[in-house]
């Protein structure tokens, strides 16, 4: 079984910066895509940034200019965060999109990591 663990939140001022990463069980080289949602109480989950296998880049509008997803196609994606907003404040997920057979897909999680953006 694929776990995902995520490390690198905690608080920070607003403007601040964090980088969070997710650590895969095994290599993701194969993986189709990894991302990163967020959430906070009483709202769904939300996808904050994404990284396919070829490279490409997703990112949701709140994010864009302040986000950076990387993968190292090893067993590590990051999330480096900069201008932290308090409205950015969440537990980040890890997720990951994985091939299991030839006609099968897998969706893994994380188990969240707290982001608080205050003074």
């Known amino acids: 079984q694929v776990q995902l663990l995520e490390s690198g939140g905690g608080l920070v001022q607003p403007g601040g910066s964090l980088r969070l990463s997710c650590a895969a069980s095994?290599?993701?080289?194969?993986?189709?895509?990894m991302g990163w949602y967020r959430q906070t109480p009483g709202k769904q989950r939300e996808l904050v940034a994404q990284?396919?296998?070829?490279?490409?880049t997703y990112y949701a509008d709140s994010v864009k200019g302040r986000f950076t997803i990387s993968r190292d196609n090893e067993h590590t994606v990051y999330l480096q965060m900069i201008r932290l907003r308090p409205e950015d404040t969440a537990v980040y997920y890890c997720h990951a999109n994985r091939p299991v057979s030839a006609s099968a897909v897998e969706d893994v999680w994380g188990q969240g990591t707290q982001v608080t953006v205050s003074v």
């Open positions: 095994i290599s993701i080289a194969s993986f189709y895509a």
């Open positions: 990284v396919a296998r070829d490279s490409s």
